[in-house]
C-alpha cells in the first residue's frame, strides 16, 4: 500500500536502525504487500486520494461523515485542498462508475511532527456531501482499547512490494495488534513509536506499503486507526499507524469547531479556515 516513503537514519543507543518509511503520497510506487483482493463491499469507507490534476492514487483514507474524511498528515502536508481529489465507492481505481468529491479545507494536526512521525492524522473537509449507497458508507470510530490477540482489517491500494506497482484492485490483509511496549522493542526503542501508535503485524512479507498511508485499519466494523510508516515494505517487523482512541479529542473537537463556524456565515467560515487551529 502506498504510505508516503520517507527514509531516514536512526541513532539509538548507538545502534544504527533500519530505514523507516512513511506509506504516503509522493513516492506511490507500493501496496499491501501480501494481501488479496477484497471482496466487493467490503470496505464502503474506503477512498482513495488523488491528484486532482493528475488523478493519481496516492494515500488512502476513511469517510466518517457525509463531508469529512480522515487520512494521514503526511499524505497532505505542505498541499493546499486544490491539489486533491477523493474517490469513492470503488475497489477498482481503473474500471469504476464511481463519485468524485473535491477537498476544501485541510485541518491538520497542529502537532505533527514529520521527522518523529508523530501526530500523523488530518481531517479532509469536501465541497460536497457524499451520496450514500451499498458501495459508500461512513465508519464508526472506535473508543475502547485493542486487548493482545486481535486481528484488524487493512485495506488499501498501496504496492505489492518496495518499488512495485499500485494495484487496479484494492487490497485486503489481516493483521495482528501488537502493545505497545513489544511493538517499540522491535523498533530498537525508538522514540518514533509513542502511545498515539496503534502497531500491526503479520508475517514477513505481509503488510503495508507505498500508497496505503492514511488508510484504515478496523476492527469489528469499527475504524481503529490510519497507517503512518514502516519498516519497507513487510520486512518482519511491526507497522505503526495513528490511534483513532488516542486522537479522539482532535477529532471530534475540529469538527465541532468547522460546523459552528459554518453556522455563523460564510465570512466567518472563510475567516476560521485561514487561522491556524493548534489550540
Known amino acids: 500500500m502506498l504510505l508516503l516513503l520517507l527514509s531516514i537514519n536512526l541513532l539509538v543507543a548507538g545502534v544504527q536502525l533500519e530505514e523507516q518509511i512513511l506509506y504516503p503520497p509522493q513516492f506511490t510506487r507500493e501496496r499491501i504487500v501480501g494481501g488479496e483482493d ?19 492514487h496516492s494515500c488512502g483514507g476513511a469517510i466518517i ?33 464511481s463519485r468524485y468529491y473535491y477537498v476544501d479545507t485541510i ?22 456531501s457524499i451520496v450514500f449507497d451499498n458501495a459508500t458508507q461512513p465508519v464508526q470510530l ?9 486481528w484488524l482489517l487493512l485495506t488499501g491500494w498501496g504496492t505489492l512490494s518496495l518499488g512495485g506497482e499500485v494495484p487496479a484492485k ?59 510508516w514502516g519498516m519497507p515494505c513487510a520486512k518482519g517487523k511491526p507497522d505503526a499507524s495513528a490511534s483513532i482512541a488516542y486522537y479522539h479529542d482532535f477529532i471530534r473537537t475540529h469538527l465541532s469547531l468547522f460546523e459552528t463556524a459554518a453556522a455563523a456565515g460564510n465570512e466567518e467560515l472563510k475567516a476560521w479556515r485561514n487561522k491556524s487551529h493548534c489550540h
Not at 467490503?42 to 488523478?55: D, E, F, K, R, V
Not at 494536526?109 to 481531517?123: G, S, T, V, W
Request: overall charge negative.
Open 38 to 56: 477484497a471482496p466487493d463491499g467490503m470496505a464502503p469507507y474506503q477512498i482513495s486520494l488523488q491528484s486532482a490534476t493528475s488523478g493519481q
Open 65 to 97: 461523515e457525509e463531508r469529512w474524511i480522515l487520512t494521514a498528515a503526511h499524505c497532505i502536508h505542505g498541499k493546499t485542498p486544490e491539489a486533491f481529489r477523493v474517490l469513492t465507492g470503488t475497489q477498482d481505481l481503473k474500471h469504476n462508475v
Open 107 to 128: 485541518l491538520e494536526h497542529c502537532d505533527y511532527e514529520p521527522r518523529k512521525y508523530r501526530n500523523d492524522i488530518a481531517l479532509l473537509h469536501l465541497n460536497e
Open 142 to 150: 472506535e473508543h475502547e482499547p485493542l486487548q493482545p490477540g486481535d
Open 170 to 228: 484494492l487490497q485486503r490483509l489481516e493483521v495482528e495488534y501488537v502493545p505497545f511496549e513489544e511493538c517499540r522493542e522491535a523498533h530498537g526503542n525508538s522514540s518514533n513509536v509513542d502511545i498515539g501508535h496503534v502497531c500491526t503485524y503479520n508475517d514477513k512479507g505481509r503488510g503495508a506499503c507505498h500508497g496505503d498511508s492514511g488508510g484504515p485499519l478496523v476492527h469489528n466494523g469499527k475504524l481503529v486507526a490510519l497507517v503512518n
